[in-house]
């Protein structure tokens, strides 16, 4: 009999997580000539940096144990009624949306849409969510979701200095924006070299403006006119950026019908929960002359080869990784998950829907209004949802405490901020907390006071689309997101081998805790001790991600990986500012590092350069100590990758990292190749003095279809006291401003990662990337005869991901990596990362969390799509006639009367055995991205034209 020990399964986990059995890594093992994955590691690892000893990680635990656990942690969160505003608000996730979109991987584990053929489902609701934006703001043009509304202004900021014809250096913002949105803006501007300067925005303005920014509603609740704003910052040539909420324009006359250039916002209240700062939407809307320089990514409208209408993502030329070093934004990672949890709340509640809701949130405001009034209160005399007044804070906050309810207070002012999920008999409760009286609401309902003033009370009208008509009930709705999910390729129908993207298992009791209210349901802004449990959270995450790394200081705060590339650039100038080396603004960039870091260093102010790689992919170690001793007087930092972007542990990093400090210089790794170090190097032990974490990659977070991601940031110890702060909540004691609307970023997903390292524990994160060695190299051993391995490294060895050049196959028949690509999908495949970080490659990471078997599905297509160009390149067919010219193939092509290929039906959709049992079906053929970009529509397109009549 077996003891107990072996049967508890404590690492049953491990096994779940891990893709291959024990008995496949052994043959997997063979294959590539090693006896055991520590023989793997050992042989392909540079020794140098080597870690041999053991995580912190503890020893992992069951799923049934973890979820019990975690679950004690979040129960010391206190789940109050927020009233606080600022931003956030609590709002009814419908059912439906919750237990279809946020809840389920067929949503939550695709990604960004860059192929788009088998993304049509969730590019339809994000063109739905640009329509939404756009006629609850009245602007022509939208983009798909920003990190959050601080950053959008942020963002908008830099677009308005672009284009504004004012060439003044002065930055306006209005003495009622959110102050986590000045605290945002302050920060970027700082770099950028623009004054930011507040006041009251219906004064004068002062001299050499180039933008303006005004909340509306403002951050006590006022409602103001915008138009005479518009007209004065248009005088002086500058651009007005207006931060709107859009259950407000619902109701209220909407930005663009009052001359507003740039409309931002978060929408968070569209359904999605507060989370405790996020994650959530954010937009960035514009007129159509900023349309070129938007920052983000934007759906358009095209068509496919067979005139079908199709969506894709538009002008991606505008792309950081295009601009690198002459960008002014470097967002790529966005909310695209919560952008469509959105848009499919505005689709199920229709414009009738949301009329009603804010009309409810409004009458209730008003109905509150009289009853302060009728206490002796003044409260705001306009407003659609929040009243500010002056009151006896401390007797207001204790009475309302012992409800369980927050209001915001600022000395002796007192603002409340109502939202969808108030009853009347939460408003007698909040009443009774401000008045100290017993309140009958529905008495006071025919004396609630309008707070909408009369000339801006909206007339237009929002969401006539069919799609805001049509999905009404809960089947319908339901059926919807079901029709749009299929249309989608996400983890659930195979692996995504996206090099550089790290798309591993999202495993389901990771996910549970997310949509916990004691998580889901937090305020950003809630009093520290109604948060003990994300406390506890989130100082045990962070203590692992020290370890894990090697740093000393973690800072959770950065949205995104990029978002954690400019955080850490900020603690580096910081840091020389500290000590009187201003002037150290330099940031050496390998050629091949992925444009969000150049992006960063540009948006801190930094001079780049570039340095030159090597034939072999690595740093040209002579080209960078000429650079660093040509720049070491000014030398700030080395941005480098590792693994590098080319996938493979380059020899010598520690000599990299010696030569940036002997000219003073700090070392950036980037740490979105993290999967193949945890357990088995740390970046702190490498040299580096600082680095960001994807967690939406290595950490488990899922991609969300184009994010949510979390980007903390990990530091040595000279570093740490100049962490990014918060202007609301002191996260690290440091005079740096903030980098995020929200204290700790997006702090609902980081459950996700705390269970990630608690589920695996320190054998278990170890044997994870060394699996992802091997899955990768396994790949590469048995495509090397068929196509070239770009770079390899030591004992011939990739790391976790692997680059097949393709280039030589373009030139000798005309088959481009693009053809591959498309050609995978017939095959039943996500391709692998096109032309990044090497025009004219594939490069594949397949993690640890993929199968022997469906490794090995991928291999025998990328084998049968080989043989396919054999045929071309022998002349049997031409490129233009082959299938790998024609993918992907779609049912309309097989439907089609008349067949007049040069290859059967069945090759083209049913090319191998696989798609025999189960078949995948791309929506549309290839999409014609040109016409796309010259005919550029991001707004709905006819009903009938989805349907091709
Ligand atoms: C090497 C590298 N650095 C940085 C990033 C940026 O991360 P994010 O998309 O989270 O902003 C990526 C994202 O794909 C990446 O691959």
């Given at each position: 009999?077996?003891?107990?020990?072996?049967?508890?399964?404590?690492?049953?986990?491990?096994?779940?997580?891990?893709?291959?059995?024990?008995?496949?890594?052994?043959?997997?093992?063979?294959?590539?000539?090693?006896?055991?994955?520590?023989?793997?590691?050992?042989?392909?690892?540079?020794?140098?940096?080597?870690?041999?000893?053991?995580?912190?990680?503890?020893?992992?635990?069951?799923?049934?144990q973890?979820?019990a656990?975690?679950?004690?942690?979040?129960?010391?969160n206190?789940?109050?009624?927020?009233?606080?505003?600022?931003?956030?608000?609590?709002?009814?996730?419908?059912?439906?949306?919750?237990?279809?979109?946020?809840?389920?991987?067929?949503?939550?584990?695709?990604?960004?849409?860059?192929?788009?053929?088998?993304?049509?489902?969730?590019l339809?609701?994000?063109?739905n969510?640009?329509?939404?934006?756009m006629?609850?703001?009245?602007?022509?043009i939208?983009?798909?979701?920003?990190?959050d509304?601080?950053t959008?202004?942020?963002?908008a900021?830099?677009?308005?200095?672009?284009?504004?014809?004012?060439?003044?250096?002065?930055?306006?913002?209005?003495?009622?924006v959110?102050?986590?949105?000045?605290?945002?803006?302050?920060?970027?501007?700082e770099?950028?070299?623009?004054?930011?300067?507040?006041?009251?925005?219906?004064?004068?303005?002062?001299?050499?403006?180039?933008?303006?920014?005004?909340?509306?509603?403002?951050?006590?609740?006022?409602?103001?006119?915008?138009?005479?704003?518009?007209?004065?910052?248009?005088?002086?040539?500058?651009?007005?950026i207006?931060?709107?909420?859009?259950l407000?324009?619902?109701?209220?006359?909407?930005?663009?019908?009052?001359g507003?250039?740039i409309?931002?916002?978060?929408?968070?209240?569209?359904?999605?929960?507060?989370?405790?700062?996020?994650?959530?939407?954010?937009?960035?809307?514009?007129?159509?002359?900023?349309?070129?320089?938007?920052?983000?990514?934007?759906?358009?409208?095209?068509?496919?080869v067979?005139?079908?209408?199709?969506?894709?993502?538009a002008?991606?030329?505008?792309?950081?990784?295009?601009?690198?070093?002459k960008?002014?934004?470097?967002?790529?990672?966005?909310?695209?998950?919560?952008?469509?949890?959105?848009?499919?709340?505005?689709?199920?509640?229709?414009?009738?829907?949301?009329?009603?809701?804010a009309?409810?949130?409004h009458?209730?405001?008003?109905?509150?209004?009289?009853?302060?009034?009728?206490?002796?209160?003044?409260?705001?005399?306009?407003?659609?949802d929040?009243?500010?007044?002056?009151?006896?804070?401390?007797?207001?906050?204790?009475?309302?405490?012992?409800?369980?309810?927050?209001?915001?207070?600022?000395?002796?002012?007192?603002?409340?901020?109502?939202?969808?999920?108030?009853?009347?008999?939460?408003?007698a409760?909040?009443?009774?907390?401000?008045?100290?009286?017993?309140?009958?609401?529905?008495?006071?309902?025919?004396?609630?006071?309008?707070?909408?003033?009369?000339?801006?009370?909206?007339?237009?009208?929002?969401?006539?689309?069919?799609?805001?008509?049509?999905?009404?009930?809960?089947?319908?709705?339901?059926?919807?997101?079901k029709?749009?999910?299929?249309?989608?390729?996400?983890?659930?129908h195979?692996?995504?081998?996206?090099?550089?993207?790290t798309m591993?298992?999202?495993?389901?009791?990771?996910?549970?805790?997310?949509?916990?209210?004691?998580?889901?349901?937090?305020?950003?802004f809630?009093?520290?001790?109604?948060?003990?449990?994300?406390a506890?959270?989130?100082?045990?995450?962070e203590?692992?991600?020290?370890?894990?790394?090697?740093?000393?200081?973690?800072?959770?705060?950065?949205?995104?990986?990029a978002?954690?590339?400019?955080?850490?650039?900020?603690?580096i100038r910081?840091?020389?500012?500290s000590?009187g080396?201003?002037?150290?603004?330099?940031?050496l960039?390998?050629?091949?590092?992925?444009?969000t870091?150049?992006?960063?260093?540009?948006?801190?102010?930094?001079?780049?350069?570039?340095?030159?790689?090597?034939?072999?992919?690595?740093?040209?170690?002579?080209?960078?100590?000429?650079?660093?001793?040509?720049?070491?007087?000014?030398?700030?930092?080395?941005?480098?990758?590792?693994?590098?972007?080319?996938?493979?542990?380059?020899e010598?990093v520690?000599?990299?990292?010696?030569?940036?400090?002997?000219?003073?210089?700090q070392?950036?790794?980037?740490?979105?190749?993290?999967?193949?170090?945890?357990?088995?190097?740390?970046?702190?032990?490498?040299?580096?003095?600082?680095?960001?974490?994807?967690?939406?990659?290595?950490?488990?977070?899922?991609?969300?279809?184009?994010?949510?991601?979390?980007?903390?940031?990990?530091?040595k110890?000279h570093?740490?006291?100049?962490?990014?702060?918060?202007?609301?909540?002191?996260?690290?004691?440091?005079?740096?401003?903030?980098?995020?609307?929200?204290?700790?970023?997006s702090?609902?997903?980081?459950?996700?990662?705390?269970?990630?390292?608690?589920?695996l524990?320190?054998?278990g994160?170890?044997?994870?990337?060394?699996?992802?060695?091997?899955?990768?190299?396994?790949i590469?051993?048995?495509?090397?005869?068929?196509?070239?391995?770009?770079?390899?490294?030591?004992?011939?060895?990739?790391?976790?991901?692997?680059?097949i050049?393709?280039?030589?196959?373009?030139?000798?028949?005309?088959?481009t990596?693009?053809?591959?690509?498309?050609?995978l999908?017939?095959?039943?495949?996500?391709?692998?990362?096109?032309?990044?970080?090497v025009?004219?490659?594939?490069?594949?990471?397949p993690?640890?969390?993929?199968?022997?078997?469906?490794?090995?599905?991928?291999?025998?297509?990328?084998l049968q799509?080989?043989?396919?160009?054999?045929?071309?390149?022998?002349?049997?067919?031409?490129?233009?006639?082959?299938?790998?010219?024609?993918a992907?193939?779609?049912?309309?092509?097989?439907?089609?009367?008349?067949?007049?290929?040069?290859?059967?039906r069945?090759?083209?959709?049913?090319?191998?055995k696989?798609?025999?049992?189960?078949?995948y079906?791309?929506?549309?053929n290839?999409?014609?991205?040109?016409?796309?970009?010259?005919?550029?529509?991001?707004?709905?397109p006819?009903?009938?034209?989805?349907?091709?009549?």
């Amino acid at each position: 009999m077996k003891p107990l020990s072996d049967l508890l399964q404590t690492h049953d986990f491990t096994a779940r997580h891990l893709g291959p059995s024990e008995a496949e890594q052994a043959d997997m093992l063979a294959e590539l000539g090693v006896s055991s994955l520590d023989e793997l590691t050992e042989t392909t690892l540079p020794e140098a940096i080597q870690f041999r000893g053991e995580l912190k990680a503890g020893e992992g635990v069951t799923e049934a144990q973890a979820l019990a656990d975690l679950k004690r942690v979040a129960q010391k969160n206190k789940v109050f009624r927020s009233y606080i505003g600022m931003g956030y608000h609590g709002t009814h996730t419908p059912p439906v949306i919750l237990r279809n979109m946020l809840e389920n991987p067929g949503w939550y584990t695709a990604y960004t849409p860059y192929q788009a053929e088998i993304s049509q489902g969730r590019l339809e609701m994000l063109l739905n969510f640009q329509q939404v934006v756009m006629d609850l703001t009245g602007m022509p043009i939208s983009n798909a979701s920003l990190l959050d509304e601080g950053t959008a202004a942020a963002e908008a900021m830099t677009l308005a200095k672009r284009q504004a014809k004012s060439k003044g250096n002065v930055f306006f913002m209005a003495d009622d924006v959110h102050p986590q949105t000045l605290d945002v803006v302050k920060t970027r501007a700082e770099y950028f070299g623009f004054e930011v300067v507040t006041g009251d925005p219906t004064a004068e303005l002062p001299e050499g403006v180039f933008g303006v920014l005004v909340q509306y509603p403002g951050t006590y609740g006022d409602l103001r006119d915008l138009s005479p704003m518009a007209e004065k910052v248009h005088a002086v040539g500058g651009a007005l950026i207006v931060a709107a909420d859009l259950l407000a324009c619902a109701l209220v006359t909407p930005p663009g019908e009052q001359g507003a250039d740039i409309v931002v916002g978060s929408a968070q209240r569209l359904g999605v929960p507060m989370g405790f700062g996020g994650p959530h939407a954010a937009f960035l809307a514009c007129q159509e002359a900023y349309q070129r320089s938007m920052p983000g990514r934007v759906i358009g409208v095209s068509k496919d080869v067979r005139g079908k209408t199709a969506l894709r993502m538009a002008m991606q030329t505008r792309e950081q990784h295009i601009r690198r070093e002459k960008a002014t934004s470097n967002i790529c990672t966005a909310q695209a998950l919560l952008a469509n949890m959105a848009a499919a709340y505005a689709v199920y509640h229709g414009a009738d829907g949301l009329r009603t809701i804010a009309g409810r949130v409004h009458r209730l405001t008003g109905i509150l209004a009289r009853a302060l009034q009728n206490a002796g209160l003044t409260p705001s005399v306009t407003f659609f949802d929040t009243l500010t007044f002056e009151g006896d804070a401390a007797a207001i906050r204790q009475r309302a405490e012992a409800k369980g309810i927050n209001f915001r207070y600022e000395g002796n002012q007192v603002s409340v901020s109502l939202d969808e999920t108030v009853t009347p008999a939460d408003l007698a409760d909040v009443a009774e907390a401000i008045t100290g009286q017993t309140v009958d609401v529905l008495a006071l309902d025919t004396q609630a006071v309008d707070g909408i003033p009369e000339g801006l009370k909206r007339t237009s009208e929002y969401l006539t689309h069919p799609v805001f008509q049509t999905h009404r009930s809960e089947h319908g709705m339901l059926r919807y997101l079901k029709m749009l999910e299929n249309r989608d390729y996400s983890l659930v129908h195979g692996m995504i081998p996206l090099g550089s993207c790290t798309m591993k298992l999202n495993s389901t009791t990771e996910m549970i805790p997310v949509t916990w209210p004691e998580f889901g349901a937090l305020h950003p802004f809630a009093p520290a001790d109604q948060t003990e449990g994300y406390a506890e959270l989130l100082a045990e995450l962070e203590a692992w991600l020290a370890d894990i790394t090697g740093y000393d200081a973690i800072s959770m705060q950065p949205n995104s990986g990029a978002q954690g590339e400019y955080a850490g650039l900020l603690v580096i100038r910081k840091y020389f500012e500290s000590r009187g080396e201003h002037h150290r603004n330099v940031c050496l960039i390998p050629a091949s590092a992925h444009g969000t870091n150049p992006a960063s260093a540009a948006m801190m102010g930094m001079q780049v350069v570039v340095v030159k790689t090597d034939a072999n992919g690595n740093i040209d170690f002579d080209d960078l100590t000429a650079q660093a001793e040509k720049h070491s007087e000014n030398l700030a930092a080395l941005m480098i990758t590792y693994p590098s972007t080319h996938g493979v542990y380059e020899e010598n990093v520690r000599d990299v990292c010696d030569l940036i400090h002997q000219h003073g210089g700090q070392v950036y790794l980037d740490g979105a190749n993290m999967n193949a170090q945890v357990g088995v190097a740390k970046p702190g032990l490498i040299g580096s003095d600082v680095s960001h974490l994807n967690l939406h990659k290595t950490f488990a977070i899922p991609h969300g279809g184009g994010g949510p991601g979390m980007g903390p940031i990990g530091v040595k110890a000279h570093l740490a006291p100049f962490l990014p702060n918060h202007v609301v909540r002191d996260v690290s004691g440091s005079q740096t401003g903030a980098v995020s609307a929200a204290p700790y970023g997006s702090a609902s997903i980081l459950p996700i990662s705390y269970l990630y390292i608690k589920l695996l524990g320190a054998h278990g994160l170890r044997k994870a990337t060394q699996v992802a060695l091997l899955n990768a190299n396994y790949i590469a051993s048995k495509l090397a005869g068929a196509y070239p391995i770009l770079y390899k490294g030591k004992s011939n060895r990739v790391a976790h991901e692997c680059i097949i050049d393709i280039r030589p196959l373009k030139q000798a028949c005309g088959v481009t990596e693009e053809d591959i690509a498309k050609r995978l999908m017939d095959y039943g495949f996500h391709a692998p990362t096109m032309s990044f970080p090497v025009p004219g490659t594939l490069m594949i990471e397949p993690t640890e969390s993929e199968p022997k078997a469906e490794l090995d599905r991928f291999i025998d297509a990328m084998l049968q799509i080989r043989r396919e160009i054999q045929e071309v390149q022998d002349g049997l067919l031409k490129a233009e006639e082959s299938p790998l010219k024609h993918a992907p193939h779609t049912q309309d092509d097989l439907m089609a009367d008349e067949w007049n290929r040069a290859y059967s039906r069945e090759t083209a959709a049913y090319p191998s055995k696989h798609q025999k049992g189960w078949k995948y079906w791309p929506a549309v053929n290839r999409v014609d991205n040109v016409y796309g970009d010259r005919n550029f529509v991001c707004s709905c397109p006819p009903v009938e034209d989805y349907i091709g009549a």
